[in-house]
């Protein structure tokens, strides 16, 4: 018996149990590392969950905060359409101001007051991504384009929940990254770090919660922006409405664009110089909420 063992043999036994000790540690880190899915494997599974519909009509109310956040904020009423597996499209209206935004895999338009204000998505547009893209072909490359390694994935906790990281090795945060539910697969996270020349960054960290069924489609109820660790808007949904019919010309972005190019330049004929400068008053005032 160990008891009653010279103290060399004592030694003996006790580097034999640390040596099977362990090997007992390894093997449970090894066997909890070959549990952790491919990137693409939750990606996969992930697209499955929020489930396969042709389209889906989205409308709520947007806040969107002003610098002291909380205090002050701006409401508007914002529908989000989809076309899957890569067609959206919102229309956000403020007072007499009437936002446009469309987005393709490829393409972008965003209208103000039926005037062309930009051909590119801004940071707070890529939301929509892990939403849109329901396809293997689109989710992995438009991710990417985010900035997300999706090779990369690692087994995390958010809020208490046990969660998937695809693009960072957790708790890293320093990396774009998207969280999954580990239980559910519906996204619940996504991290957007953006880094300029002169080093500076901009970290956009955006989190979907309160998620609603409806058929076999789920959708988010409530989507809330944090820039730099502060909140700078918040959607709540009040509708959604499943396979709504869309007309595809409501997606074309070539179509708009001649559309409203069109009407900027009668407008342009018809309006005084003071009226001008009052509409792209309104309008510029209003483009810099989404920057």
Known sequence: MILFAEPHQVRGHIRVLSIIMAGVSLF?????????LSGPHILHKMIGKLGKTGTLLVSGELKLYEEDFLKNYISVTETSSFSFPDKFRSDTVSGDTQKIFVSSFENSVTIVNEEV???KESIYDAYKDILLYRSDELIQPSLKRLGIDTSVSSVGRFHGRLVYVVGANYPDESVSQVMVDKKTFLPIRLILVRKSI?????VLDVSYLDWKKKGKTW????????????????FTMTNMVVNPSLSESI?????????????????????????????????????????
Not at 28 to 36: E, K, N
Not at 198 to 202: G, L
């Open 219 to 234: 959708c988010p109820g409530k989507i809330q922006f944090f820039l730099d660790n502060r909140i700078s808007r918040e």
């Open 28 to 36: 449970f880190i090894s066997t909890a590392s070959a549990y952790v």
């Open 251 to 291: 997606f074309d972005i070539s179509h708009l664009k001649t559309i409203y190019q069109n009407r900027v330049e009668e407008n342009a004929e018809e309006a005084r110089p003071e009226k001008v400068d009052e509409v792209q008053k309104t309008i510029d005032d209003f483009s810099k909420m989404y920057e």
């Open 117 to 119: 204000t930009s051909l």
């Open 198 to 202: 002169n080093a500076t960054q901009n």
